[in-house]
T-cell receptor
Framework: NAGVTQTPKFRVLKTGQSMTLLCAQD?????MYWYRQDPGMGLRLIHYSVGEGTTAKGEVPDGYNVSRLKKQNFLLGLESAAPSQTSVYFC???????????FGSGTRLTVV | AQTVTQSQPEMSVQEAETVTLSCTYD???????LFWYKQPPSRQMILVIR??????QNATENRFSVNFQKAAKSFSLKISDSQLGDAAMYFCAYRLPSTGANNLFFGTGTRLTVIP
C-alpha cells in the first residue's frame, strides 16, 4: 500500500522555468491538497480538490496552478518559478469527515 | 479566522523522561477535530494522535496522550518514556468537520530534541 507518492523528491529550477509536481494516491480518497512548508511558518495550503475535476484556492495560491483530471492524481504546476517559491511541498489526501490527512514524503524545490 | 499557536519553538527531554508540548487554538466553532503530527528528519508527516472536540475523554496512543481543555482551547501533547526516535518536529493541527475547504490548520511546530 503506497499511500501518497510525490515525484520528484528534489528539484532545482532557474528563475522563470516551469515545472509540474505529481501527486498520486491509491486510497481512493476524494480530497487532495497541496501544501508548502517554510521554516517557522508551518504548512500553508496552496490549492486543494474535493473531487475529480474540481480545484479550489487555498491560503497561498498565487504563482501556482493545479489540475485533478483523475481521482488518484493531483498535479501542481509552477508556470514561471521565482526564488520565493523555494520551499518543501507536500501533497496530502483524505476522506471526508473527521479523519486526519495522509501525507506524501515531500518535494524539496530550490529556485535559483 | 482559525489559528493554531505553538508557543514553544524548541523543547528538549532526557531519554525515558516525560515532556509536554503546548498548543492553543482559536475558533468560534463547537465541533472540530484536533491532531498532532510528527515530522522526523525524513520529512514524512506522521499522524500521532487525534481528538474529537465533542469527546471529553482525552485521547491516548501508547506513550502519547493529550490534555484537551475545550474551554481554554488548549490541546497539549504528553510523551511519556521518551525515546530517541521521538526526536522530531511536532505540529498541532485543527480541522473543521464540514467546510468547503476541509482544511487542516497547522501551528508553526515545536522541535523536540531527545537527550541520551
Amino acid at each position: 500500500n503506497a499511500g501518497v507518492t510525490q515525484t520528484p523528491k528534489f528539484r532545482v529550477l532557474k528563475t522563470g522555468q516551469s515545472m509540474t509536481l505529481l501527486c498520486a494516491q491509491d486510497m481512493n480518497h476524494e480530497y487532495m491538497y497541496w501544501y508548502r512548508q517554510d521554516p517557522g511558518m508551518g504548512l500553508r495550503l496552496i490549492h486543494y480538490s474535493v473531487g475529480e475535476g474540481t480545484t479550489a484556492k487555498g491560503e497561498v495560491p498565487d504563482g501556482y496552478n493545479v489540475s485533478r483530471l483523475k481521482k488518484q492524481n493531483f498535479l501542481l504546476g509552477l508556470e514561471s518559478a521565482a526564488p520565493s517559491q523555494t520551499s518543501v511541498y507536500f501533497c496530502a489526501s483524505s476522506e471526508t469527515g473527521n479523519y486526519g490527512y495522509t501525507f506524501g514524503s515531500g518535494t524539496r524545490l530550490t529556485v535559483v | 479566522a482559525q489559528t493554531v499557536t505553538q508557543s514553544q519553538p524548541e523543547m528538549s527531554v532526557q531519554e525515558a523522561e516525560t515532556v509536554t508540548l503546548s498548543c492553543t487554538y482559536d475558533t468560534s466553532e463547537s465541533d472540530y477535530y484536533l491532531f498532532w503530527y510528527k515530522q522526523p528528519p525524513s520529512r514524512q508527516m506522521i499522524l500521532v494522535i487525534r481528538q474529537e472536540a465533542y469527546k471529553q475523554q482525552n485521547a491516548t496512543e501508547n506513550r502519547f496522550s493529550v490534555n484537551f481543555q475545550k474551554a481554554a482551547k488548549s490541546f497539549s501533547l504528553k510523551i511519556s518514556d521518551s525515546q530517541l526516535g521521538d526526536a522530531a518536529m511536532y505540529f498541532c493541527a485543527y480541522r473543521l468537520p464540514s467546510t468547503g475547504a476541509n482544511n487542516l490548520f497547522f501551528g508553526t511546530g515545536t522541535r523536540l530534541t531527545v537527550i541520551p
